[in-house]
T-cell receptor
């Protein structure tokens, strides 16, 4: 079973930052937080992951709270092509499979 | 990153028949995974396939229904056997990145059973 809770859907204006929250209150010390997204009719795409420090790459930033019970994925300047379902996943470093929850359907509007 | 291809990309099959889905990776990988995504739903892990050993199936999935082969480090197949309309889904394979933690997914096979 997925260990995360995400809002079902969110809207964001094009060019604005999209902030996608995720609750993972039962996360354990060796579990990472991963974010993937799935654009319609495509396979999921890796975005970013982190353990306890905030992370940033060319796609997004990941902010993890100090107690690690929640995190936020930030798309700094959302475009129409960022419209997708975003999945927040927790996974231990000794597990290999990704267990997907329902995700958040992000719609970027012009 | 790994490049993953799947064949067929889509198919329409009759009830009671079987379909074998192929997954090809452009690099050698230890672990491959098969997922199912039913219409409007999230992904559900079917099984994990390691080269040289039998696949490990998740609860609710059995080898007789979803036999998997993993003959080498770049290839795997998933067969959907004795299909019914409830098997209509997108089937995706994925692999773990070399030395990193993320997984890469194939484009999926869209199966419709009539």
């Amino acid at each position: 079973d997925a260990k995360t809770t995400q809002p079902t859907s969110m809207d964001c204006a094009e060019g604005r930052a999209a902030n996608l929250p995720c609750n993972h209150s039962t996360i354990s010390g060796n579990e990472y937080v991963y974010w993937y997204r799935q654009i319609h009719s495509q396979g999921p795409q890796y975005i970013i992951h982190g353990l306890k420090n905030n992370e940033t790459n060319e796609m997004a930033s990941l902010i993890i709270t100090e107690d690690r019970k929640s995190s936020t994925l930030i798309l700094p300047h959302a475009t129409l092509r960022d419209t997708a379902v975003y999945y927040c996943i927790v996974r231990g470093d000794n597990n290999n499979d990704m267990r997907f929850g329902a995700g958040t359907r992000l719609t970027v509007k012009p | 990153s790994a490049v993953i291809s799947q064949k067929p990309s889509r198919d329409i099959c009759q009830r009671g028949t079987s379909l074998t889905i192929q997954c090809q990776v452009d690099s050698q990988v230890t672990m491959m995974f098969w997922y199912r995504q039913q219409p409007g739903q999230s992904l559900t892990l079917i099984a994990t396939a390691n080269q040289g050993s039998e696949a490990t199936y998740e609860s609710g999935f059995v080898i007789d229904k979803f036999p998997i082969s993993r003959p080498n480090l770049t290839f795997s197949t998933l067969t959907v056997s004795n299909m019914s309309p409830e098997d209509s889904s997108i089937y995706l394979c994925s692999v773990e990145g070399q030395g990193v933690y993320e997984q890469y997914f194939g484009p999926g096979t869209r199966l419709t059973v009539t």
